[in-house]
């Protein structure tokens, strides 16, 4: 089915262990975002891609990194996880940017929790 | 320093009559302001949008409007349905060619009551 999807949906990790999030996209959209949502901030934009093999930093880019070899995929590393980076996280793409309505298509998110 | 604010964490409203929420921001550069509505372990998805050129953008029972001059916005949806229950987002940029920052309110969670 066309969409985006993302794994894994839960996950439980040590302090100080790697973990990689999936992101993947049907749409051929040129544009991939990685937010993540804590009680009482909204979302905050981790980084973004504007097409394969161009990434930026968003508004909360330490600690994390990510790649985008190909247009469908979007992976998001932790190298070293820390508790603070206990949040949900989510996905999302876009054909343009922002496009002419603003719209943002979601993964069903990715609830990261660190020990 | 939240540029987007949602004061009211929760709202609850009976089906059928209006409800209403609200946004505040700071940025004068915002441009361009969106709502997305969030059910529980699903993703947002857009519900919508309005430039800073209108005061007012309409799509069926949802309408925004935007008072620049007070830098607010507010979501009224008439009548409110249960399937309205969900957290609603607000969110703002400068430009839709902005580098893609939106910048996102903390959100409201919509409660509609039988």
């Known amino acids: 089915d066309a969409g985006i999807t993302q794994s894994p949906r839960y996950k439980i990790t040590e302090t100080g262990r790697q973990v990689t999030l999936m992101c993947h996209q049907t749409w051929s959209h040129s544009y991939m975002f990685w937010y993540r949502q804590d009680l009482g901030h909204g979302l905050r934009l981790i980084y973004y891609s504007a097409a394969a093999d161009i990434t930026d930093k968003g508004e909360v880019p330490d600690g994390y990194v990510v790649s985008r070899s190909k247009t469908e995929n979007f992976p998001l590393t932790l190298e070293s996880a820390t508790r603070s980076q206990t949040s949900v996280y989510f996905c999302?793409?876009?054909?343009?940017?922002?496009?002419?309505?603003?719209?943002?298509?979601f993964g069903e998110g990715s609830r990261l929790t660190v020990l | 320093d939240q540029q987007v604010k949602q004061n009211s964490p929760s709202l609850s409203v009976q089906e059928g009559r209006i409800s209403i929420l609200n946004c505040d921001y700071t940025?004068?550069?915002?441009?361009?302001f969106l709502w997305y509505k969030k059910y529980p372990a699903e993703g947002p998805t857009f519900l919508i949008s309005i430039s800073s050129i209108k005061d007012k953008n309409e799509d069926g029972r949802f309408t925004v409007f935007l008072n620049k001059s007070a830098k607010h916005l507010s979501l009224h949806i008439v009548p409110s349905q249960p399937g309205d229950s969900a957290v609603y987002f607000c969110?703002?940029?400068?430009?839709?060619?902005?580098?893609?920052?939106?910048?996102w309110g903390a959100g409201t969670k919509l409660i509609i009551k039988p």
């Open positions: 999302a793409s876009s054909e343009l940017g922002l496009t002419n309505t603003g719209e943002l298509f």
């Open positions: 940025n004068s550069m915002f441009d361009y």
């Open positions: 969110a703002a940029s400068e430009g839709l060619d902005s580098n893609y920052q939106l910048i």
